[in-house]
């Protein structure tokens, strides 16, 4: 997918992806807000900016590879409001029994 960053705001407008590739200052949550746009790097405002731009929600048996999964948080949880959508991973393989195979990044703690 093509970067669609703002000529003015760079990747901090309302409706960009991607990052700008700019030199960061080496503090991790400034280097984020400056170079990254918020679909970018957050899971819920990639999923809203996918389904704006032509994406579709789709059963899991029409899954294939390269799709986008969204979790949306379904139980209690102090930290992420009901129906929020705090992680996304990406279908790698869809098996002949219909089993859909992933990746994901998580946490290093």
């Known amino acids: 997918m093509q970067k669609k960053i703002d000529p003015w705001s760079g990747a901090r407008g309302d409706d960009t992806w991607g990052n ?17 746009s918020q679909t ?5 405002n990639q999923q809203n900016f996918m389904l704006k731009h032509g994406g579709e929600e789709v ?3 029409r899954a ?4 986008i999964i969204h979790y949306e948080q379904q139980g209690p949880n102090g930290e992420i409001e009901h129906v929020n959508t705090p992680h996304a991973a990406v279908v790698t393989a869809v098996m002949p029994d219909g089993e859909v195979k992933y990746t994901q990044h998580q946490d290093s703690v």
């Open 64 to 67: 294939r590879p390269g799709d």
């Open 40 to 44: 970018w790097a957050g899971a819920e």
């Open 59 to 61: 059963p899991q048996y």
């Open 20 to 36: 700008t590739g700019g030199i960061g200052i080496g503090i991790d949550s400034v280097d984020a807000s400056l170079y990254y």
